[in-house]
Each structure stands twice: as structure tokens, then as C-alpha cells.
């Protein structure tokens, strides 16, 4: 059932968000710092028993050059560099196993998947460690090192996120000037950011993003993860300005106002974990170009595989040529 803003207002809420006065110093000394570690890019062909596409086992340097595993499916027998998908995944997941997830590669598209820090087996396999330490939290991962936006678990993971299409663009099979991102829910969340953080994208997809408008997230819907951030301060109840201060560094709003690539976005508006008022703010905050899928009788799942028809046409058009 519908559980939030009525559609009309939906479609012209806009966030209260106030970010930090040095969000993009923060991003820009964050980022730097990062590619000035090294680490190795590796790249391991994998025998599988799929005739139409070829899979590698990749590894490269993430936060602080710390070693992030990610998949890269290519179709059999492609020449020339190709138009390449970086694909982020939902919260508790990981990269899976190599043969889930064939329909990128299976359109024509280099298809890098990268793996989530810290998760996996939530319902699909991870294999990257969050090597950070952390202080109190509550549990799961969205409140990890949340007092300190340097300690920040969402700090490391878009990092790594934006470093992701930093290694594809190395990749012999990619093209570095036709890169796009993808994910759903925080995966979608982190599209948004590499949107606005990594250079020269040509697109971004983004499905019932996760991280976006934080502070009216977790006071109008009792599910997980954000349920994992009022937990918290229900518990810490004289760390509430802090909290906010760290989440203002990692909000989906503040990305929005800055990325300028042609994004896809969807919505859900019986949507219980990432709540319609949240996406619409996001993509009413947005710089440039949009499409909006809204799916009136769906919840956090969205539009499915008709989303993903979607994105595949838009994606075609935002990578041709």
C-alpha cells in the first residue's frame, strides 16, 4: 500500500537536504588520496561452461589501494573495445557467482560487476573484506564508523565504487570513453555517486536508489537498512548531530546536484525500504538530463526485468557511437 506523499506532491517534493560546506573538498582530497595507492589490476579468465560469453575474476585497487574483487563478463568473440557497464549491487549482496547476471555481457556490453566491501551472503556471495576497523554500530553495515565521516563505511564503499570505473577504463576489453553505471537500491545509490564523482561517464542507471535524502528516510519508514541508522540513535541519543553531519558527506541529494550525465531513474511507490519521497528527491535534485520510471503497484523490487529492458534501450542510445 501507499505509505507515503500522495503521487502529485511526489513529483515536486523537494529535499530539505543541507549538505556539509566541504562535501566536494571531502570527495576531491578522498579521491585523490585513493589513486595514489597502488595496487595491482588482475585479471583471470575463468572456465566456465557458458558457449556465448567469457568471464574474468578481477581484482583492483579500492579504497586506501585495498584489493576489491569484481567479476567482468564479455561476449565470446567480441573485437575492439567495447561499450562497458559498471554495476553496483544491492545492500548484503555481493558479486554472486559468475554465472548469475549474463544479460549485459549477453546485449553486447563489457560487463564489470563490482563486489560490495564487508558483504555478501545476505542472498547472493561477496568475497571482499572491509578491512577498517569500527567502532559501536548497530548491527548490519549502514551505521559502521558513522560518528566520523573519514570512518564512514559508505566513505570506503563509494570509493570504491568510483575506483570500479577507474579499473574498467584499464581493461583491454573496455572503451574508456563509453562507460556507464548501474545498480538497484544501493546499488542505485551508488551509481548516483560515481555519476557525479567519476570523469566522463556517459550514462547512469539508477533503480529505487538507497542513500538519498537520508534524515526523512529513516523517520517515515520502519524497514531495513535504514532502520539500522534509527536504531542507532535510538541508543545514542546525544549523537544525533554527528550522525547527520557524516550521513550529509554520503546522501544521493547532494550527488544529484552535481552529476550531469543522462540518468534513468525508478521508483516504486509502494516501495517500504527505500521510501517514493526519497528517489523523487534525488531525481527532482538532479543536474542533468532524466527518465523516470514510477511503478504505482510495486514495491522494492521496482520494475524488474521491465526496468531492465528499460535501461537497455536507454543505455544502447547513451553508449552509441
Not at 561452461?49 to 575474476?57: Q, R
Not at 542507532?232 to 546522501?251: F, K, P, S, W
Not at 511503478?295 to 521496482?302: F, K, L, Q, V
Given at each position: 500500500?501507499?505509505?507515503?506523499?500522495?503521487?502529485?506532491?511526489?513529483?515536486?517534493?523537494?529535499?530539505?537536504?543541507?549538505?556539509?560546506?566541504?562535501?566536494?573538498?571531502?570527495?576531491?582530497?578522498?579521491?585523490?588520496?585513493?589513486?595514489?595507492?597502488?595496487g595491482?589490476?588482475?585479471?583471470?579468465?575463468?572456465?566456465?561452461?557458458?558457449?556465448?560469453?567469457?568471464?574474468?575474476?578481477?581484482?583492483?585497487?579500492?579504497?586506501?589501494?585495498?584489493?576489491?574483487r569484481?567479476?567482468?563478463?564479455?561476449?565470446?568473440?567480441?573485437?575492439?573495445?567495447?561499450?562497458?557497464?559498471?554495476?553496483?549491487?544491492?545492500?548484503?549482496g555481493?558479486?554472486?557467482?559468475?554465472?548469475?547476471?549474463?544479460?549485459?555481457?549477453?546485449?553486447?556490453?563489457?560487463?564489470?560487476?563490482?563486489?560490495?566491501?564487508?558483504?555478501?551472503?545476505?542472498?547472493?556471495?561477496?568475497?571482499?573484506?572491509?578491512?577498517?576497523?569500527a567502532?559501536?554500530q548497530?548491527?548490519?553495515?549502514?551505521?559502521?564508523?558513522?560518528?566520523?565521516?573519514?570512518?564512514?563505511?559508505?566513505?570506503?564503499?563509494?570509493?570504491?565504487?568510483?575506483?570500479?570505473?577507474?579499473?574498467?577504463?584499464?581493461?583491454?576489453?573496455?572503451?574508456?570513453?563509453?562507460?556507464?553505471?548501474?545498480?538497484?537500491s544501493?546499488?542505485?545509490?551508488?551509481?548516483?555517486?560515481?555519476?557525479?564523482?567519476a570523469?566522463?561517464?556517459?550514462?547512469?542507471?539508477?533503480?529505487v536508489?538507497?542513500?538519498?535524502?537520508?534524515?526523512?528516510?529513516?523517520?517515515?519508514?520502519?524497514?531495513?537498512?535504514?532502520?539500522?541508522?534509527?536504531?542507532?540513535?535510538?541508543?545514542?541519543?546525544?549523537r544525533?548531530?554527528a550522525?547527520?553531519?557524516?550521513?550529509?558527506?554520503?546522501?544521493?541529494?547532494?550527488?544529484?546536484r552535481?552529476?550531469?550525465?543522462?540518468?534513468?531513474?525508478?521508483?516504486?511507490?509502494?516501495?517500504?525500504?527505500?521510501?517514493?519521497?526519497?528517489?523523487?528527491?534525488?531525481?527532482?535534485?538532479?543536474r542533468?538530463?532524466?527518465?523516470?520510471?514510477?511503478?504505482?503497484?510495486n514495491?522494492?523490487?521496482?520494475?524488474?526485468?521491465d526496468?531492465?529492458?528499460?535501461a537497455?534501450?536507454?543505455?544502447?542510445?547513451?553508449?552509441?557511437?
Amino acid at each position: 500500500m501507499y505509505t507515503d506523499l500522495p503521487e502529485a506532491e511526489l513529483r515536486t517534493y523537494r529535499s530539505a537536504l543541507r549538505e556539509p560546506d566541504d562535501f566536494d573538498a571531502f570527495w576531491a582530497d578522498t579521491l585523490a588520496e585513493a589513486r595514489t595507492c597502488d595496487g595491482d589490476l588482475a585479471v583471470t579468465p575463468l572456465d566456465t561452461p557458458l558457449t556465448g560469453l567469457d568471464v574474468f575474476d578481477v581484482t583492483f585497487p579500492g579504497f586506501a589501494g585495498q584489493s576489491v574483487r569484481a567479476w567482468l563478463r564479455v561476449p565470446r568473440g567480441a573485437t575492439g573495445r567495447l561499450p562497458t557497464i559498471v554495476q553496483y549491487v544491492g545492500y548484503g549482496g555481493g558479486r554472486g557467482h559468475p554465472l548469475e547476471n549474463l544479460l549485459w555481457a549477453a546485449a553486447g556490453f563489457a560487463h564489470l560487476q563490482m563486489d560490495t566491501r564487508g558483504q555478501g551472503s545476505g542472498w547472493s556471495r561477496g568475497d571482499t573484506p572491509d578491512l577498517a576497523g569500527a567502532g559501536p554500530q548497530a548491527p548490519g553495515m549502514a551505521t559502521r564508523g558513522i560518528e566520523d565521516p573519514r570512518r564512514y563505511y559508505y566513505r570506503r564503499f563509494l570509493t570504491d565504487a568510483v575506483r570500479a570505473v577507474d579499473a574498467a577504463r584499464r581493461l583491454p576489453a573496455v572503451d574508456p570513453g563509453r562507460v556507464a553505471v548501474l545498480g538497484h537500491s544501493q546499488g542505485g545509490g551508488a551509481a548516483l555517486a560515481a555519476a557525479a564523482l567519476a570523469p566522463d561517464l556517459r550514462a547512469a542507471v539508477a533503480y529505487v536508489p538507497f542513500l538519498c535524502d537520508i534524515p526523512r528516510a529513516v523517520t517515515v519508514t520502519d524497514a531495513h537498512p535504514y532502520r539500522e541508522i534509527r536504531d542507532y540513535l535510538a541508543v545514542h541519543r546525544d549523537r544525533e548531530e554527528a550522525v547527520l553531519r557524516t550521513l550529509g558527506y554520503v546522501d544521493g541529494v547532494a550527488f544529484a546536484r552535481r552529476a550531469g550525465v543522462p540518468a534513468r531513474f525508478s521508483v516504486a511507490l509502494m516501495d517500504e525500504i527505500v521510501p517514493p519521497s526519497t528517489v523523487f528527491a534525488a531525481v527532482n535534485a538532479y543536474r542533468g538530463p532524466v527518465e523516470l520510471a514510477v511503478w504505482r503497484y510495486n514495491g522494492h523490487e521496482a520494475g524488474g526485468i521491465d526496468d531492465d529492458a528499460a535501461a537497455l534501450d536507454f543505455l544502447r542510445t547513451a553508449l552509441d557511437g
